[in-house]
């Protein structure tokens, strides 16, 4: 059998200029993806304190007129359908993990405000 020179392996690492060349196109990539994340991140924390807030004010609620305390928590839940979107967040765009989200902080809220004024001190 005759010998045969093969080619050598491509070399994975790329040459200084076009190294440098891609690494300023990632860093413009990220510059692009910096104002979404920052939207998004304003977005959540918006979220989460409007649901918080309907919940404590539901405990409240739900301790001065107990027997509404349940259609008070319904109607809490739900007004953030209306809410949502006068303070600025799309809530067209959730899906049903951020509505789970939603509704368990309100719910979470609701019961902690409801039974600590429920027991006396």
């Known amino acids: 059998m005759a010998k045969t ?3 050598p392996a491509p070399k994975t690492e790329k040459k200084g200029a076009s190294r ?3 690494q300023k196109g990632l860093v ?3 510059e ?11 977005e959540g924390i918006k979220k989460t304190i409007l649901s918080s807030l309907l919940g404590i004010i539901g405990g409240v609620a739900s301790f001065y007129l107990s027997a509404y305390s349940l259609f008070f928590l319904i109607v809490i839940v739900y007004s953030q359908r209306v809410i949502l979107p006068r303070i600025g967040v799309d809530a067209k ?6 509505w789970f989200f939603l509704v368990f902080m309100t719910v979470a809220f609701w019961f902690v405000t409801w039974t600590i004024l429920l027991n006396p001190a």
Request: charged content about 55%.
């Open 5 to 7: 020179k093969g080619k």
């Open 20 to 22: 440098k060349a891609e």
């Open 28 to 30: 413009k990539a990220d």
């Open 32 to 42: 692009k993806q910096e104002p979404d994340r920052q939207v998004k991140h304003v």
């Open 93 to 98: 765009e959730f899906r049903a993990t951020d």
